[in-house]
Protein backbone atom coordinates (compact mmCIF):
# COMPACT_ATOMS: atom_id res chain seq x y z
CA UNK A 1 0.00 0.00 0.00
CA UNK A 2 1.36 3.55 -0.75
CA UNK A 3 2.28 5.85 1.68
CA UNK A 4 -0.32 8.48 0.11
CA UNK A 5 -3.61 5.84 0.56
CA UNK A 6 -1.76 4.35 4.29
CA UNK A 7 -2.46 8.47 5.55
CA UNK A 8 -5.54 8.39 3.58
CA UNK A 9 -6.98 5.74 5.77
CA UNK A 10 -5.77 7.09 9.13
CA UNK A 11 -7.55 10.19 7.77
CA UNK A 12 -10.78 8.11 6.74
CA UNK A 13 -10.32 6.16 10.43
CA UNK A 14 -10.18 9.77 12.21
CA UNK A 15 -12.19 12.06 10.42
CA UNK A 16 -14.67 9.40 8.43
CA UNK A 17 -16.28 10.70 5.40
CA UNK A 18 -18.84 13.26 6.25
CA UNK A 19 -16.25 15.92 5.53
CA UNK A 20 -17.30 19.60 6.90
CA UNK A 21 -20.42 18.91 9.44
CA UNK A 22 -23.30 20.85 8.92
CA UNK A 23 -22.53 23.65 11.38
CA UNK A 24 -20.00 24.35 10.00
CA UNK A 25 -21.65 26.13 7.02
CA UNK A 26 -21.58 29.65 6.60
CA UNK A 27 -24.59 31.37 8.66
CA UNK A 28 -25.22 34.58 10.09
CA UNK A 29 -24.37 35.72 13.25
CA UNK A 30 -27.19 36.15 15.58
CA UNK A 31 -26.95 40.04 15.36
CA UNK A 32 -27.36 39.48 11.73
CA UNK A 33 -30.43 37.79 12.42
CA UNK A 34 -32.35 40.17 14.56
CA UNK A 35 -31.49 42.72 12.23
CA UNK A 36 -32.62 41.18 9.47
CA UNK A 37 -36.43 40.01 11.44
CA UNK A 38 -36.19 43.57 12.52
CA UNK A 39 -36.54 44.80 8.56
CA UNK A 40 -39.92 42.76 8.00
CA UNK A 41 -41.13 42.19 4.58
CA UNK A 42 -37.89 44.07 3.23
CA UNK A 43 -35.29 41.61 5.40
CA UNK A 44 -37.83 38.57 4.16
CA UNK A 45 -37.30 39.11 0.26
CA UNK A 46 -33.70 39.88 1.19
CA UNK A 47 -33.19 36.60 2.57
CA UNK A 48 -34.91 34.41 -0.44
CA UNK A 49 -32.69 36.38 -2.66
CA UNK A 50 -29.54 35.26 -0.77
CA UNK A 51 -30.74 31.68 -0.54
CA UNK A 52 -31.15 32.09 -4.73
CA UNK A 53 -27.93 32.93 -5.59
CA UNK A 54 -26.49 30.74 -8.10
CA UNK A 55 -23.00 32.18 -8.26
CA UNK A 56 -20.69 29.37 -9.26
CA UNK A 57 -16.69 29.69 -8.11
CA UNK A 58 -13.93 27.17 -9.27
CA UNK A 59 -10.06 27.10 -9.33
CA UNK A 60 -9.68 27.02 -12.91
CA UNK A 61 -8.47 23.33 -13.42
CA UNK A 62 -7.82 22.31 -16.93
CA UNK A 63 -10.55 19.60 -18.18
CA UNK A 64 -10.25 17.12 -21.20
CA UNK A 65 -13.18 18.41 -22.71
CA UNK A 66 -13.43 15.23 -25.06
CA UNK A 67 -16.89 14.37 -24.94
CA UNK A 68 -20.37 15.78 -25.67
CA UNK A 69 -22.46 13.14 -24.12
CA UNK A 70 -22.38 10.49 -21.31
CA UNK A 71 -24.22 6.79 -20.96
CA UNK A 72 -23.78 6.14 -17.82
CA UNK A 73 -24.28 2.22 -16.95
CA UNK A 74 -24.76 1.15 -13.35
CA UNK A 75 -24.50 -2.69 -12.85
CA UNK A 76 -26.69 -2.73 -9.96
CA UNK A 77 -26.30 -5.82 -6.99
CA UNK A 78 -22.41 -5.58 -7.79
CA UNK A 79 -21.04 -8.12 -10.53
CA UNK A 80 -18.01 -10.36 -9.34
CA UNK A 81 -14.72 -8.18 -10.36
CA UNK A 82 -12.56 -11.31 -10.27
CA UNK A 83 -14.90 -13.15 -13.08
CA UNK A 84 -14.99 -10.54 -15.42
CA UNK A 85 -13.10 -7.09 -15.77
CA UNK A 86 -10.87 -8.72 -13.64
CA UNK A 87 -10.18 -12.32 -14.24
CA UNK A 88 -8.31 -14.48 -11.57
CA UNK A 89 -8.44 -17.91 -12.31
CA UNK A 90 -8.61 -20.27 -8.79
CA UNK A 91 -7.89 -23.91 -9.27
CA UNK A 92 -11.15 -25.88 -8.86
CA UNK A 93 -13.21 -23.05 -8.71
CA UNK A 94 -13.37 -20.97 -11.54
CA UNK A 95 -15.36 -22.59 -14.65
CA UNK A 96 -13.19 -24.10 -17.44
CA UNK A 97 -16.33 -22.64 -19.68
CA UNK A 98 -14.58 -19.51 -19.02
CA UNK A 99 -11.92 -20.34 -21.16
CA UNK A 100 -9.46 -17.58 -20.64
CA UNK A 101 -6.97 -15.71 -22.82
CA UNK A 102 -5.03 -13.16 -23.24
CA UNK A 103 -6.05 -10.98 -25.37
CA UNK A 104 -3.91 -7.52 -26.08
CA UNK A 105 -2.13 -8.64 -23.08
CA UNK A 106 -5.31 -8.71 -20.97
CA UNK A 107 -6.56 -12.12 -19.48
CA UNK A 108 -10.35 -12.26 -20.63
CA UNK A 109 -13.17 -15.13 -19.86
CA UNK A 110 -13.03 -14.98 -23.60
CA UNK A 111 -16.19 -18.26 -22.85
CA UNK A 112 -18.08 -15.28 -20.61
CA UNK A 113 -17.66 -12.02 -22.19
CA UNK A 114 -16.68 -13.03 -25.85
CA UNK A 115 -17.86 -9.68 -27.89
CA UNK A 116 -16.51 -7.72 -25.48
CA UNK A 117 -13.44 -9.62 -25.72
CA UNK A 118 -13.37 -8.78 -29.21
CA UNK A 119 -13.48 -5.03 -28.23
CA UNK A 120 -11.11 -4.57 -25.63
CA UNK A 121 -9.45 -2.03 -27.77
CA UNK A 122 -12.14 0.13 -27.90
CA UNK A 123 -12.07 0.18 -23.81
CA UNK A 124 -10.40 0.35 -20.89
CA UNK A 125 -10.52 -0.61 -17.42
CA UNK A 126 -9.69 0.61 -14.26
CA UNK A 127 -9.12 -1.95 -11.63
CA UNK A 128 -8.03 0.32 -8.81
CA UNK A 129 -11.32 1.16 -8.04
CA UNK A 130 -12.34 0.92 -4.14
CA UNK A 131 -15.72 1.20 -2.89
CA UNK A 132 -16.33 2.91 0.05
CA UNK A 133 -19.84 1.09 1.47
CA UNK A 134 -20.94 -2.48 1.24
CA UNK A 135 -24.60 -1.97 1.65
CA UNK A 136 -26.32 -1.91 -2.00
CA UNK A 137 -28.41 1.37 -1.14
CA UNK A 138 -25.82 3.38 0.43
CA UNK A 139 -23.03 2.31 -2.46
CA UNK A 140 -25.65 2.55 -5.49
CA UNK A 141 -26.78 6.42 -4.38
CA UNK A 142 -23.40 6.99 -3.72
CA UNK A 143 -22.16 6.10 -7.25
CA UNK A 144 -24.59 7.99 -8.43
CA UNK A 145 -24.31 11.13 -6.79
CA UNK A 146 -20.43 10.92 -6.42
CA UNK A 147 -20.30 11.68 -2.52
CA UNK A 148 -21.53 9.98 0.86
CA UNK A 149 -25.58 10.09 0.65
CA UNK A 150 -25.30 10.17 4.51
CA UNK A 151 -23.25 13.03 4.60
CA UNK A 152 -24.44 16.58 5.44
CA UNK A 153 -25.59 17.25 1.47
CA UNK A 154 -26.24 13.68 0.96
CA UNK A 155 -30.20 14.58 1.09
CA UNK A 156 -30.16 17.49 -1.35
CA UNK A 157 -27.37 16.38 -3.55
CA UNK A 158 -27.83 15.69 -7.29
CA UNK A 159 -27.23 13.14 -9.97
CA UNK A 160 -24.25 13.73 -11.52
CA UNK A 161 -26.27 13.90 -14.51
CA UNK A 162 -28.19 16.77 -13.55
CA UNK A 163 -24.91 18.37 -12.83
CA UNK A 164 -24.35 17.25 -16.46
CA UNK A 165 -27.56 18.73 -17.56
CA UNK A 166 -27.51 22.36 -15.85
CA UNK A 167 -23.61 22.83 -17.17
CA UNK A 168 -24.97 22.41 -20.77
CA UNK A 169 -28.22 23.51 -20.69
CA UNK A 170 -26.59 26.76 -22.29
CA UNK A 171 -25.74 24.24 -25.37
CA UNK A 172 -29.65 23.54 -26.25
CA UNK A 173 -30.67 24.80 -29.17
CA UNK A 174 -34.87 25.76 -29.64
CA UNK A 175 -35.75 22.73 -31.76
CA UNK A 176 -34.28 20.29 -29.17
CA UNK A 177 -37.31 18.91 -27.45
CA UNK A 178 -35.68 15.78 -25.24
CA UNK A 179 -35.03 15.96 -21.53
CA UNK A 180 -31.42 16.74 -20.68
CA UNK A 181 -30.64 13.71 -18.35
CA UNK A 182 -32.84 10.44 -19.61
CA UNK A 183 -32.76 7.74 -16.87
CA UNK A 184 -33.63 4.24 -18.57
CA UNK A 185 -34.85 1.27 -16.16
CA UNK A 186 -33.70 3.39 -13.29
CA UNK A 187 -37.09 3.87 -11.65
CA UNK A 188 -34.98 3.75 -8.31
CA UNK A 189 -32.30 6.15 -9.37
CA UNK A 190 -31.08 9.70 -7.49
CA UNK A 191 -33.21 12.73 -8.80
CA UNK A 192 -31.98 16.14 -9.17
CA UNK A 193 -32.10 17.01 -5.63
CA UNK A 194 -32.04 20.69 -4.46
CA UNK A 195 -31.74 21.70 -8.63
CA UNK A 196 -34.74 22.59 -10.59
CA UNK A 197 -36.63 19.97 -11.71
CA UNK A 198 -36.00 21.17 -15.28
CA UNK A 199 -32.90 18.91 -14.68
CA UNK A 200 -34.44 16.16 -13.05
CA UNK A 201 -33.55 12.51 -15.01
CA UNK A 202 -36.59 11.85 -17.50
CA UNK A 203 -37.30 7.98 -16.49
CA UNK A 204 -38.43 6.04 -19.55
CA UNK A 205 -39.03 1.83 -19.10
CA UNK A 206 -37.78 1.21 -22.93
CA UNK A 207 -40.88 -0.20 -24.88
CA UNK A 208 -41.19 -1.23 -28.54
CA UNK A 209 -44.43 1.39 -28.29
CA UNK A 210 -41.98 4.29 -27.41
CA UNK A 211 -42.93 6.50 -24.80
CA UNK A 212 -46.84 6.22 -24.06
CA UNK A 213 -49.55 9.18 -23.64
CA UNK A 214 -47.83 11.17 -26.50
CA UNK A 215 -51.17 11.29 -28.34
CA UNK A 216 -54.33 11.89 -26.91
CA UNK A 217 -57.39 9.51 -27.74
CA UNK A 218 -59.92 12.52 -29.14
CA UNK A 219 -56.98 13.57 -31.38
CA UNK A 220 -54.84 16.63 -31.69
CA UNK A 221 -57.46 19.51 -32.43
CA UNK A 222 -59.12 18.34 -29.35
CA UNK A 223 -55.97 18.49 -27.12
CA UNK A 224 -54.91 21.82 -28.47
CA UNK A 225 -58.03 23.32 -27.63
CA UNK A 226 -57.58 21.75 -23.66
CA UNK A 227 -54.22 23.17 -23.79
CA UNK A 228 -55.55 26.54 -24.80
CA UNK A 229 -58.14 26.52 -21.90
CA UNK A 230 -55.15 25.15 -18.96
CA UNK A 231 -53.32 28.04 -19.43
CA UNK A 232 -56.39 30.67 -19.46
CA UNK A 233 -57.64 29.34 -16.19
CA UNK A 234 -54.02 28.50 -14.10
CA UNK A 235 -51.29 30.60 -16.02
CA UNK A 236 -51.19 33.37 -13.32
CA UNK A 237 -50.29 30.61 -11.07
CA UNK A 238 -47.75 28.86 -12.83
CA UNK A 239 -46.29 31.46 -14.85
CA UNK A 240 -44.26 33.32 -12.90
CA UNK A 241 -45.71 31.71 -9.89
CA UNK A 242 -46.56 33.90 -6.62
CA UNK A 243 -46.22 29.93 -4.92
CA UNK A 244 -42.64 30.22 -5.79
CA UNK A 245 -40.45 27.50 -7.74
CA UNK A 246 -42.94 24.42 -6.75
CA UNK A 247 -45.42 25.27 -8.89
CA UNK A 248 -42.34 26.96 -11.89
CA UNK A 249 -41.43 23.33 -11.86
CA UNK A 250 -44.88 22.05 -12.61
CA UNK A 251 -45.45 24.18 -15.62
CA UNK A 252 -41.80 23.45 -16.67
CA UNK A 253 -43.27 20.08 -16.99
CA UNK A 254 -46.29 20.63 -18.61
CA UNK A 255 -44.29 22.49 -21.24
CA UNK A 256 -41.84 19.76 -21.94
CA UNK A 257 -44.79 17.41 -22.18
CA UNK A 258 -45.87 19.60 -24.65
CA UNK A 259 -43.19 19.73 -26.80
CA UNK A 260 -42.64 16.06 -27.10
CA UNK A 261 -46.66 15.61 -28.03
CA UNK A 262 -47.52 14.19 -31.50
CA UNK A 263 -43.36 14.75 -32.57
CA UNK A 264 -42.58 12.17 -34.50
CA UNK A 265 -38.74 12.65 -33.39
CA UNK A 266 -40.02 10.95 -30.15
CA UNK A 267 -40.99 7.66 -31.57
CA UNK A 268 -38.71 7.03 -34.13
CA UNK A 269 -35.98 7.42 -30.69
CA UNK A 270 -37.76 6.06 -28.33
CA UNK A 271 -39.68 3.20 -30.10
CA UNK A 272 -38.01 0.05 -31.91
CA UNK A 273 -38.94 -2.98 -34.13
CA UNK A 274 -38.26 -6.63 -32.55
CA UNK A 275 -35.19 -7.33 -34.72
CA UNK A 276 -33.67 -4.30 -33.55
CA UNK A 277 -34.21 -5.68 -30.05
CA UNK A 278 -32.52 -9.10 -30.59
CA UNK A 279 -29.20 -7.27 -32.12
CA UNK A 280 -28.53 -6.34 -28.41
CA UNK A 281 -29.94 -9.31 -27.03
CA UNK A 282 -33.65 -8.71 -26.45
CA UNK A 283 -33.35 -8.04 -22.55
CA UNK A 284 -34.24 -4.92 -20.74
CA UNK A 285 -30.51 -4.07 -20.41
CA UNK A 286 -30.49 -4.49 -24.57
CA UNK A 287 -33.21 -2.84 -25.19
CA UNK A 288 -32.03 0.27 -22.67
CA UNK A 289 -28.63 0.76 -24.64
CA UNK A 290 -30.71 0.67 -27.88
CA UNK A 291 -32.71 3.28 -27.00
CA UNK A 292 -29.47 5.38 -25.44
CA UNK A 293 -27.86 5.24 -29.16
CA UNK A 294 -31.06 5.95 -30.40
CA UNK A 295 -31.70 9.17 -28.44
CA UNK A 296 -28.18 10.26 -28.94
CA UNK A 297 -28.26 10.28 -32.72
CA UNK A 298 -31.87 11.85 -32.89
CA UNK A 299 -29.47 14.65 -31.37
CA UNK A 300 -32.55 16.58 -29.24
CA UNK A 301 -30.62 17.80 -26.18
CA UNK A 302 -29.94 14.65 -24.33
CA UNK A 303 -26.44 14.78 -22.72
CA UNK A 304 -26.89 12.34 -19.96
CA UNK A 305 -28.33 8.74 -20.67
CA UNK A 306 -28.04 6.58 -17.09
CA UNK A 307 -28.72 3.12 -17.43
CA UNK A 308 -29.67 0.46 -14.71
CA UNK A 309 -28.78 -3.17 -14.87
CA UNK A 310 -31.06 -4.75 -12.82
CA UNK A 311 -30.03 -8.13 -13.98
CA UNK A 312 -28.97 -9.97 -10.58
CA UNK A 313 -25.50 -9.39 -10.34
CA UNK A 314 -25.98 -9.95 -6.02
CA UNK A 315 -24.72 -13.57 -6.33
CA UNK A 316 -24.52 -14.53 -2.90
CA UNK A 317 -25.75 -18.21 -3.95
CA UNK A 318 -24.95 -20.39 -6.76
CA UNK A 319 -22.93 -17.73 -8.96
CA UNK A 320 -21.53 -19.90 -11.56
CA UNK A 321 -25.08 -22.10 -12.33
CA UNK A 322 -26.21 -21.79 -15.58
CA UNK A 323 -28.99 -18.98 -15.12
CA UNK A 324 -26.42 -16.66 -13.01
CA UNK A 325 -23.27 -15.67 -13.91
CA UNK A 326 -22.67 -17.26 -16.96
CA UNK A 327 -26.75 -15.66 -17.78
CA UNK A 328 -25.99 -12.58 -16.98
CA UNK A 329 -22.44 -12.57 -18.69
CA UNK A 330 -24.31 -13.29 -21.83
CA UNK A 331 -26.78 -10.28 -21.00
CA UNK A 332 -23.88 -7.80 -20.71
CA UNK A 333 -21.80 -8.84 -23.50
CA UNK A 334 -24.65 -8.33 -25.91
CA UNK A 335 -25.64 -5.16 -24.72
CA UNK A 336 -22.58 -3.32 -23.85
CA UNK A 337 -20.62 -4.75 -26.70
CA UNK A 338 -23.76 -3.92 -29.58
CA UNK A 339 -23.87 -0.12 -27.68
CA UNK A 340 -19.93 0.24 -28.74
CA UNK A 341 -20.47 -1.20 -32.49
CA UNK A 342 -23.79 0.98 -33.11
CA UNK A 343 -21.97 4.37 -31.47
CA UNK A 344 -19.20 3.59 -33.43
CA UNK A 345 -21.54 3.15 -36.53
CA UNK A 346 -23.04 6.44 -36.20
CA UNK A 347 -20.16 8.21 -35.57
CA UNK A 348 -20.86 8.70 -31.67
CA UNK A 349 -18.54 6.89 -29.95
CA UNK A 350 -15.54 9.76 -30.10
CA UNK A 351 -18.46 11.83 -28.64
CA UNK A 352 -19.60 9.81 -26.47
CA UNK A 353 -17.78 8.51 -22.97
CA UNK A 354 -19.15 4.82 -21.73
CA UNK A 355 -19.17 4.38 -18.13
CA UNK A 356 -19.82 1.19 -15.82
CA UNK A 357 -19.70 0.45 -12.44
CA UNK A 358 -20.94 -1.60 -9.90
CA UNK A 359 -21.90 -0.17 -6.37
CA UNK A 360 -18.73 -3.03 -4.82
CA UNK A 361 -16.76 -5.90 -5.65
CA UNK A 362 -17.79 -9.15 -4.10
CA UNK A 363 -15.28 -11.48 -2.66
CA UNK A 364 -12.49 -13.91 -4.11
CA UNK A 365 -10.59 -17.05 -4.18
CA UNK A 366 -13.06 -19.97 -3.03
CA UNK A 367 -16.62 -18.75 -3.02
CA UNK A 368 -18.82 -19.57 -0.07
CA UNK A 369 -20.60 -22.33 1.78
CA UNK A 370 -23.75 -21.27 -0.51
CA UNK A 371 -21.60 -21.12 -3.68
CA UNK A 372 -21.28 -17.44 -4.08
CA UNK A 373 -19.56 -14.39 -3.42
CA UNK A 374 -20.18 -11.66 -0.93
CA UNK A 375 -19.61 -8.08 -0.79
CA UNK A 376 -16.26 -6.97 -0.94
CA UNK A 377 -14.71 -3.68 -1.02
CA UNK A 378 -12.68 -3.88 -4.39
CA UNK A 379 -14.26 -3.23 -7.62
CA UNK A 380 -13.95 -1.96 -11.52
CA UNK A 381 -14.77 0.72 -13.72
CA UNK A 382 -15.09 0.32 -17.24
CA UNK A 383 -14.60 3.34 -19.73
CA UNK A 384 -15.31 3.49 -23.81
CA UNK A 385 -15.44 6.42 -26.05
CA UNK A 386 -15.08 10.19 -25.43
CA UNK A 387 -11.67 10.24 -26.43
CA UNK A 388 -10.38 7.17 -23.74
CA UNK A 389 -7.46 5.34 -25.00
CA UNK A 390 -8.90 1.88 -25.87
CA UNK A 391 -6.96 -1.30 -24.90
CA UNK A 392 -5.91 0.56 -21.71
CA UNK A 393 -6.22 -1.42 -17.80
CA UNK A 394 -5.59 1.21 -15.38
CA UNK A 395 -3.96 -0.37 -12.03
CA UNK A 396 -3.36 -3.98 -11.08
CA UNK A 397 -4.57 -6.25 -8.47
CA UNK A 398 -2.68 -9.03 -6.49
CA UNK A 399 -2.96 -12.65 -7.05
CA UNK A 400 -6.09 -13.17 -6.06
CA UNK A 401 -7.85 -9.44 -6.94
CA UNK A 402 -8.62 -8.81 -2.68
CA UNK A 403 -6.62 -5.79 -3.06
CA UNK A 404 -4.84 -2.96 -5.33
CA UNK A 405 -1.17 -3.64 -6.08
CA UNK A 406 -0.62 -1.34 -8.35
CA UNK A 407 -2.23 1.99 -8.50
CA UNK A 408 -1.33 2.94 -11.95
CA UNK A 409 -2.13 6.84 -11.61
CA UNK A 410 -1.34 9.97 -10.81
CA UNK A 411 -2.70 9.94 -7.40
CA UNK A 412 -1.07 6.69 -6.12
CA UNK A 413 -4.23 5.82 -4.27
CA UNK A 414 -7.20 3.72 -4.93
CA UNK A 415 -10.21 5.57 -7.19
CA UNK A 416 -13.06 6.30 -5.17
CA UNK A 417 -16.53 6.66 -6.88
CA UNK A 418 -16.03 10.70 -6.48
CA UNK A 419 -12.90 10.33 -8.96
CA UNK A 420 -14.91 8.49 -11.64
CA UNK A 421 -17.35 11.88 -11.23
CA UNK A 422 -14.83 14.14 -11.72
CA UNK A 423 -13.63 12.46 -14.74
CA UNK A 424 -16.86 12.53 -15.94
CA UNK A 425 -17.10 16.03 -15.48
CA UNK A 426 -13.59 16.56 -16.93
CA UNK A 427 -14.55 14.52 -20.29
CA UNK A 428 -17.47 17.36 -20.42
CA UNK A 429 -15.44 19.60 -20.00
CA UNK A 430 -16.85 20.90 -16.63
CA UNK A 431 -14.47 21.90 -14.15
CA UNK A 432 -14.82 19.55 -11.46
CA UNK A 433 -13.81 21.88 -8.59
CA UNK A 434 -17.14 24.35 -9.15
CA UNK A 435 -18.71 24.92 -6.14
CA UNK A 436 -22.54 26.18 -6.80
CA UNK A 437 -23.45 29.02 -3.94
CA UNK A 438 -27.57 28.31 -4.50
CA UNK A 439 -27.76 25.46 -2.32
CA UNK A 440 -30.27 25.27 0.44
CA UNK A 441 -28.08 25.52 3.23
CA UNK A 442 -26.10 28.05 1.98
CA UNK A 443 -22.86 26.09 1.91
CA UNK A 444 -21.88 25.87 -1.12
CA UNK A 445 -22.81 22.65 -2.95
CA UNK A 446 -19.08 21.05 -4.40
CA UNK A 447 -19.58 19.29 -7.70
CA UNK A 448 -17.11 17.09 -6.36
CA UNK A 449 -16.36 17.09 -2.47
CA UNK A 450 -12.76 18.73 -1.91
CA UNK A 451 -13.38 19.49 1.53
CA UNK A 452 -12.65 15.79 3.18
CA UNK A 453 -9.13 14.56 3.97
CA UNK A 454 -7.48 14.48 0.67
CA UNK A 455 -8.64 16.09 -2.68
CA UNK A 456 -10.32 13.79 -5.36
CA UNK A 457 -9.13 13.83 -9.24
CA UNK A 458 -9.82 12.81 -12.66
CA UNK A 459 -8.10 9.51 -13.74
CA UNK A 460 -6.91 11.08 -17.08
CA UNK A 461 -4.62 8.26 -17.57
CA UNK A 462 -7.27 6.90 -18.96
CA UNK A 463 -6.82 9.50 -22.31
CA UNK A 464 -3.17 8.10 -21.84
CA UNK A 465 -1.81 11.23 -21.06
CA UNK A 466 -1.27 11.09 -17.29
CA UNK A 467 -2.32 13.72 -15.13
CA UNK A 468 -0.87 16.45 -16.59
CA UNK A 469 -2.80 19.10 -19.50
CA UNK A 470 0.05 18.91 -22.55
CA UNK A 471 -1.71 22.00 -23.52
CA UNK A 472 0.28 23.78 -20.62
CA UNK A 473 3.59 22.73 -21.67
CA UNK A 474 6.17 25.55 -22.35
CA UNK A 475 9.33 25.43 -24.37
CA UNK A 476 11.80 24.68 -20.88
CA UNK A 477 9.48 22.72 -18.71
CA UNK A 478 10.44 19.20 -17.67
CA UNK A 479 7.44 17.06 -17.26
CA UNK A 480 7.43 12.96 -15.88
CA UNK A 481 4.69 11.18 -17.01
CA UNK A 482 2.43 10.74 -13.61
CA UNK A 483 1.77 6.96 -14.68
CA UNK A 484 5.60 6.26 -14.59
CA UNK A 485 5.95 7.71 -11.22
CA UNK A 486 2.37 5.57 -9.92
CA UNK A 487 4.52 2.71 -10.96
CA UNK A 488 7.05 3.53 -9.26
CA UNK A 489 9.62 3.29 -12.28
CA UNK A 490 13.16 5.36 -11.65
CA UNK A 491 14.07 6.91 -15.14
CA UNK A 492 18.27 6.70 -14.81
CA UNK A 493 19.17 8.86 -17.81
CA UNK A 494 21.82 10.86 -17.76
CA UNK A 495 21.95 11.20 -14.26
CA UNK A 496 23.57 15.34 -14.10
CA UNK A 497 21.38 16.25 -16.25
CA UNK A 498 18.67 18.78 -14.74
CA UNK A 499 15.98 17.04 -16.49
CA UNK A 500 16.97 13.72 -15.45
CA UNK A 501 17.36 14.75 -11.28
CA UNK A 502 14.17 16.46 -11.66
CA UNK A 503 12.57 13.02 -12.88
CA UNK A 504 14.46 11.17 -10.36
CA UNK A 505 13.63 12.97 -7.66
CA UNK A 506 10.12 13.16 -8.59
CA UNK A 507 10.11 9.43 -8.35
CA UNK A 508 11.88 9.24 -5.28
CA UNK A 509 9.58 12.03 -3.33
CA UNK A 510 12.16 15.04 -2.99
CA UNK A 511 10.37 16.69 -5.52
CA UNK A 512 6.33 18.17 -4.83
CA UNK A 513 3.63 16.12 -6.85
CA UNK A 514 3.21 19.52 -8.74
CA UNK A 515 6.64 19.48 -10.19
CA UNK A 516 6.96 20.61 -13.95
CA UNK A 517 7.48 17.41 -16.39
CA UNK A 518 7.92 16.34 -19.69
CA UNK A 519 8.23 13.30 -21.69
CA UNK A 520 9.48 11.40 -24.58
CA UNK A 521 9.12 7.34 -25.82
CA UNK A 522 12.77 5.28 -25.22
CA UNK A 523 13.79 4.58 -28.42
CA UNK A 524 13.02 0.61 -27.90
CA UNK A 525 10.64 0.66 -25.49
CA UNK A 526 7.64 1.88 -23.93
CA UNK A 527 9.03 3.68 -21.00
CA UNK A 528 9.47 6.57 -20.30
CA UNK A 529 12.58 8.97 -20.18
CA UNK A 530 13.25 12.74 -19.61
CA UNK A 531 14.22 15.05 -22.07
CA UNK A 532 17.17 17.99 -22.83
CA UNK A 533 16.60 21.82 -22.71
CA UNK A 534 17.98 22.87 -18.99
CA UNK A 535 21.35 24.41 -18.21
CA UNK A 536 22.55 24.58 -14.58
CA UNK A 537 20.59 27.90 -13.72
CA UNK A 538 17.73 26.95 -15.06
CA UNK A 539 14.53 26.53 -13.08
CA UNK A 540 11.13 24.58 -13.28
CA UNK A 541 7.81 24.71 -11.91
CA UNK A 542 4.37 23.35 -11.64
CA UNK A 543 2.19 25.25 -14.88
CA UNK A 544 -1.08 22.35 -14.20
CA UNK A 545 -3.66 24.31 -11.74
CA UNK A 546 -5.50 20.87 -11.46
CA UNK A 547 -2.33 19.24 -9.57
CA UNK A 548 -3.44 19.25 -5.75
CA UNK A 549 0.02 19.63 -4.51
CA UNK A 550 1.99 22.56 -4.02
CA UNK A 551 3.66 24.20 -6.91
CA UNK A 552 7.55 24.86 -5.54
CA UNK A 553 10.40 26.17 -7.98
CA UNK A 554 13.54 23.88 -8.09
CA UNK A 555 16.88 25.31 -9.48
CA UNK A 556 19.25 23.05 -10.86
CA UNK A 557 21.65 23.88 -8.38
CA UNK A 558 19.05 22.68 -5.91
CA UNK A 559 18.43 19.53 -7.30
CA UNK A 560 22.30 18.85 -7.53
CA UNK A 561 22.92 19.18 -3.68
CA UNK A 562 20.64 15.84 -3.50
CA UNK A 563 21.80 13.18 -6.11
CA UNK A 564 24.58 12.53 -4.23
CA UNK A 565 22.52 9.94 -1.83
CA UNK A 566 20.74 8.37 -4.58
CA UNK A 567 23.25 8.32 -7.58
CA UNK A 568 24.49 4.70 -6.05
CA UNK A 569 20.98 3.63 -5.72
CA UNK A 570 20.70 4.09 -9.69
CA UNK A 571 23.90 2.88 -10.47
CA UNK A 572 23.16 -0.40 -8.95
CA UNK A 573 19.49 -0.54 -10.36
CA UNK A 574 18.35 -3.52 -13.02
CA UNK A 575 17.86 -2.50 -16.55
CA UNK A 576 14.51 -2.49 -17.92
CA UNK A 577 15.03 -2.28 -21.37
CA UNK A 578 17.70 -2.41 -24.13
CA UNK A 579 17.14 0.57 -25.30
CA UNK A 580 19.10 3.29 -24.08
CA UNK A 581 19.04 7.30 -24.18
CA UNK A 582 20.93 9.11 -26.15
CA UNK A 583 22.83 12.20 -24.06
CA UNK A 584 24.75 15.05 -24.98
CA UNK A 585 27.16 15.29 -22.20
CA UNK A 586 27.56 11.75 -20.58
CA UNK A 587 26.78 8.13 -22.26
CA UNK A 588 23.41 6.93 -21.90
CA UNK A 589 21.97 4.46 -18.73
CA UNK A 590 19.26 1.65 -19.46
CA UNK A 591 15.92 2.51 -17.76
CA UNK A 592 15.99 1.02 -13.61
CA UNK A 593 13.46 0.10 -11.62
CA UNK A 594 13.52 1.24 -7.79
Known amino acids: MSREQEKINRDLKKYGWNYKTFFNRPHWTRRRFFEILGAGVGGAFLAERYAKAADVTNSGAATRNTAQNVIFILLAGAPSHTDTFD??????????????????????????????????SDFAIVRSMRSHALVHSLAQTWAQIGRNPAAALGNIAPNIGSVVAIEKDKLRTPGQVFPAFLALNSGGGAGAGYLPAVYAPFKVTPSTAGIANTTNPDGQATFNNRWKLLHSLDDNLRVDSPNGTPMDDYNDFYTSANAMMYNPVVNQAFGYTAADSARFGSTALGNACLVASQVLKANQGTRFIQITSNDGWDMHQNIYAAGTLPAKGKILDDAVSQLLNDLKANGLLSSTLVVMVGEFGRTVGPITGAGGRDHWPQQFAFFAGGGVKGGTVIGATNSTGSDVADYGWSQNRYVYAEDIEATVYSAMGIDWTSVRHDDPLGRGFEYVPQTG????????????LGGLDSGRQERGDVYLDESDSSRRTAIAARLLCMSSLAAILYNRGDLSKGAPREIQDCDSCSHRRPVDGLGPDASVSCRNRSHPGPKRLWSSREVSRSLARWQSDFSTARPQCQGSVRHRHRPALAHAEE
Open 453 to 464: PFPFAPVHELWG
Open 87 to 120: LKMVPGVTPTSFAPQTVNGILWPTGLLPKLGQSL
